[in-house]
């Protein structure tokens, strides 16, 4: 077969530069790290709110903030009640869940060497306005299931 017909599996699996593992890695880290507190804190039953504050929005008006239950929903993901925490809150569930997917690629790339072509092409189309755009629509989202049981319950 001529080399022009040939599969090139480099570019398919390029491999990763020693810089691409260790950026990799620290966001694999990065997540566990920020799950790790909150895990520890739930199945210590520690009451956060002691310690993060509560919810001056909540204890004004008597109804959800954007971010309400997103210490809750934190504690129950990094428990792994998944489906728990999208019920709390939808917006931290979703959010979460793709953390996980992110730190899960992150740690292939850093143990395997490999960097995916479909990650570089995700990187180099993303910009900084997209995520900051997801986030609010995701917020906003999370908010309206929260804000319209909050409303139920009230009636």
Known sequence: MPQSQQVNKAKKFPPASKRQRIIALLICLGVVLYFAPFAAAGY??????????????KQRTNLPCPTCGMTTATIAFAQGRIVQAFYIQPAAGLIYSLAVIAAALALFVAVSGIYPSFIKRFLAEIRIRHII???????????????????????
């Open 133 to 155: 755009l997801f986030l609010i629509i995701v917020l906003a989202a999370g908010w309206a299931v929260t804000l319209t049981r909050a409303l139920a319950t009230q009636t």
């Open 44 to 57: 210590a039953k520690v009451n956060l709110g002691r310690y993060l504050g509560y919810c001056g929005f």
